[in-house]
Structure formats: structure tokens, C-alpha cells
T-cell receptor, first 113, second 111 residues
Framework: AQSVTQPDIHITVSEGASLELRCNYS??????LFWYVQSPGQGLQLLLK??????LVQGIKGFEAEFKRSQSSFNLRKPSVHWSDAAEYFC???????????FGTGTRLQVFP | EPEVTQTPSHQVTQMGQEVILRCVPI?????FYWYRQILGQKVEFLVS????????KSEIFDDQFSVERPDGSNFTLKIRSTKLEDSAMYFC?????????FGPGTRLTVL
């Protein structure tokens, strides 16, 4: 069965520090992978996606993620965090890009000035 | 930039009442979805809809739930007889390859 694990429930970083949010997935075939961000009281905004090709994908707001098949991971990174990045981040996996998404439990990011 | 919209933003209802949650997907999208997020929990898939029929549904999506695309723009989720455990944030999403775009959600509170 498909599943997504986000091992870090809560991460705190200082503004300007680098960030890596972990995501591991379990899926039989090559998955479609997504990262979404949810600010308090808001909907889910698509940050980036991976379907095939280059395993390092660039997204909005300066985020990137790297697909590592051998580790079943799709970690999200940002070189320098801004206070406005404080939000909840969800990793999701899909069987194909029109299929349902399976979400992880999310990682709440807190940014200190 | 086109976006998915949802109304109302917050709905309060009594247990046993029917509710209809409304969504306007992005206009050229062909695939539509409903998800829900119970407070403090992960986002869960409810149903997907394509070509005017349900393409997949989860075990959560029982006979109390139904979806409809009554016209060319709206996509609705109906809960026939609400239960306390239906209290959640309900998200609509649409897609026309690649990636699903989500609306801001409707917070449903069942009293």
C-alpha cells in the first residue's frame, strides 16, 4: 500500500538558516511526488512536483527537492529560510498525476528571527 | 492566476442535517477531487471525479456522501445526514496535468 512518512513533526530554525524537511514514501512503482505548504487557516499550495527526469526539482519560493529512488526519499530543501516560510509542509505521493494523493502527517516549521 | 474557490468558508450545522459544500475548480481542468482534514490529522482523500462520474472513492466516502457537477463550473460535495465525526476542513482540488491545485477549504462544524 502507498504511504508517506514525514519523520519530523515539528522543526524550528533561525531565519537565514538552511532547511531540510524529510519525506519517505512507500510505493511499488515510480511515484509522482509533491510538496504542499499550508499556512494557518489557508489551503494547500503546491510548492513543487516530481514526475520523471531530473531528480532535483525546483519549486516556488526558493524551495527545491531531490528524488532519491534508492532511499525512497523526496526531501525538501531551502538554503536560507525566511520568517514567512513558517507553515505546515506536507509531502504527498500519487500513482499518476491524476490519481488520488496520499499525504504525510506534515511537518510544522517554526522560524525564529 | 487561476485558483480553486470554495464556499462557504465555514459551515456550522446540527447533527443529522444535510450540508452541501461548493467548489469552483479552475476552468480548464478536467479532474476534480475532495479531501478532508480532521483537526490535527493528515489530509485524507475522499473522492475523485472525471467525465461526470466518480473515478475513485475512499472507504470514508460512504452512502452519506455524494458529489455532483451540476453545471459547467461548480463541483459539490453533499453530506446527507451529518455526524459529529464529519467535523473537519474539506478541501476541493482540481487538476489538468500535472499536480492538483487546492482551494482554501470549508471548515465544517457539526454540533
Amino acid at each position: 500500500a502507498q504511504s508517506v512518512t514525514q519523520p519530523d513533526i515539528h522543526i524550528t530554525v533561525s531565519e537565514g538558516a538552511s532547511l531540510e524537511l524529510r519525506c519517505n514514501y512507500s510505493y511499488g512503482a515510480t511515484p509522482y511526488l509533491f510538496w504542499y505548504v499550508q499556512s494557518p487557516g489557508q489551503g494547500l499550495q503546491l510548492l513543487l512536483k516530481y514526475f520523471s527526469g531530473d531528480t532535483l526539482v525546483q519549486g516556488i519560493k526558493g524551495f527545491e527537492a531531490e528524488f532519491k529512488r534508492s532511499q525512497s526519499s523526496f526531501n525538501l530543501r531551502k538554503p536560507s529560510v525566511h520568517w514567512s516560510d513558517a507553515a505546515e509542509y506536507f509531502c504527498a505521493v500519487g500513482a499518476r498525476n491524476t490519481d488520488k494523493l496520499i499525504f504525510g502527517t506534515g511537518t510544522r516549521l517554526q522560524v525564529f528571527p | 492566476e487561476p485558483e480553486v474557490t470554495q464556499t462557504p468558508s465555514h459551515q456550522v450545522t446540527q447533527m443529522g442535517q444535510e450540508v452541501i459544500l461548493r467548489c469552483v475548480p479552475i476552468s480548464n481542468h478536467l479532474y476534480f477531487y475532495w479531501y478532508r482534514q480532521i483537526l490535527g490529522q493528515k489530509v485524507e482523500f475522499l473522492v475523485s471525479f472525471y467525465n461526470n462520474e466518480i473515478s475513485e472513492k475512499s472507504e470514508i466516502f460512504d452512502d452519506q456522501f455524494s458529489v455532483e457537477r451540476p453545471d459547467g463550473s461548480n463541483f459539490t460535495l453533499k453530506i446527507r445526514s451529518t455526524k459529529l465525526e464529519d467535523s473537519a476542513m474539506y478541501f476541493c482540488a482540481s487538476s489538468d496535468l500535472p499536480g492538483q491545485f487546492f482551494g482554501p477549504g470549508t471548515r465544517l462544524t457539526v454540533l
